[in-house]
C-alpha cells in the first residue's frame, strides 16, 4: 500500500483529538492560537484531509468551545467536510466519542493529537502501512537525551537504560472495532490511558513503532509554538 500522495484511502477514519485543557501552555485554548496565521488545530484537518473520504474526518472538542472551533474551522477550511463532536472528561472518553462518530467503512482509525500540527499525511500513511502488518502502529523516535530517575526531593536515584527507549507521537493507527474493545474494556475496569497504544497493549496486541526522523513537535509550551514557526518556514523555503 502506498497512498503518500495524498490519495483517498477507502477504509481509512481519522479521529482529531482537541480536547485538551492548555493547562501548562496558559492560556484558555492552545489549540486557538495562531501558527503562521492560522489556528493550531487546523494544519492536522488540512493535512490529513486529502486522505480521507466524505464523514472520515472527525475533530473531537470540548463542549464549551464547539462553537468556537466551528467558526474557526469554516472560516480557514470552509472546503473541508469535518464532523466535529465533543469529548468526554478523559482523554479516553473523548477519543471512544470520536471512534463512535466515525462512519461504518471505517476499518483502520488513525487517532492524531491536534497540537502536534506538522505530523504529514505521509507519516500516517507509513503508519497505516505498518499496522496493517500487525495489530497497530504509531509514530514514535529513539529517546537521545541521557534519562535519570529521580528520588525523594529531585535527587537522582538513578540512570535509565535508554537503548530500548522510544518516545512516542501520533498518529496512531489501529483497527478500529478492536480499538472500541479496548477502551470498552478499560472503561469498565476504570482504567485510564494517556494514549491509545496503552489501552491496546492491554490486550496483547502487537504494536509496531514507526520511525518518524522528522520534527513532530507537541504544543504545549508557548515556545513550542514559536520552534514549529521556524520550522514551517524553514520547510517553506526547502
Given amino acids: 500500500m502506498n ?3 495524498n490519495q483517498i484511502v477507502d477504509d481509512l477514519g481519522v479521529v482529531i483529538a482537541a480536547g485538551g485543557a492548555s493547562r501548562r501552555y496558559g492560556t484558555d485554548n492552545k489549540l486557538f492560537e495562531l501558527l503562521a496565521g492560522i ?5 492536522s484537518l488540512r493535512n490529513f484531509a486529502p486522505l480521507c473520504r466524505p464523514g472520515a474526518l472527525v475533530l473531537v472538542v470540548p463542549a464549551a468551545d464547539l462553537a468556537a472551533f466551528a467558526s474557526l474551522k469554516d472560516k480557514f477550511c470552509p472546503e473541508i467536510p469535518v464532523n466535529i ?7 479516553c472518553r473523548s477519543v471512544s466519542n470520536g471512534l463512535n462518530a466515525l462512519p461504518g467503512f ?7 493529537d491536534a497540537a ?5 499525511a505521509e507519516l500516517l500513511c507509513r503508519c497505516l502501512e505498518a499496522a496493517r502488518k500487525n495489530d497497530g502502529a504509531l509514530a514514535a523516535h529513539p529517546v537521545t537525551d541521557t534519562l ?21 507521537e501520533t498518529p496512531q493507527i489501529f483497527r478500529l472495532e478492536v480499538l472500541k474493545k479496548a477502551y470498552e474494556t478499560a472503561f469498565a475496569t476504570d482504567r485510564d490511558f494517556t494514549d491509545d497504544a496503552g489501552a ?7 504494536i509496531k513503532l514507526v520511525h518518524n526522523p522528522d520534527l513532530n513537535i507537541k504544543i504545549t ?3 513550542d509554538l514559536l520552534l514549529a514557526e521556524a520550522l514551517l518556514k524553514f520547510n517553506a523555503k526547502a
Fill in 116 to 120: 502536534r500540527p506538522l505530523a504529514s
Fill in 200 to 206: 491496546m497493549q492491554e490486550t496483547g496486541a502487537r
Fill in 106 to 112: 471505517s476499518r483502520y482509525v488513525a487517532v492524531h
Fill in 221 to 223: 509550551y508557548p515556545g
Fill in 148 to 168: 535519570k530517575k529521580a528520588g525523594d526531593h529531585g535527587i537522582i536515584a538513578a540512570t535509565v537504560d535508554r537503548s530500548d527507549l522510544w518516545a512516542v
Fill in 39 to 43: 489556528p493550531v488545530f487546523i494544519y
Fill in 3 to 5: 497512498d503518500w500522495n
Fill in 85 to 91: 463532536v465533543t469529548g468526554g472528561e478523559t482523554r
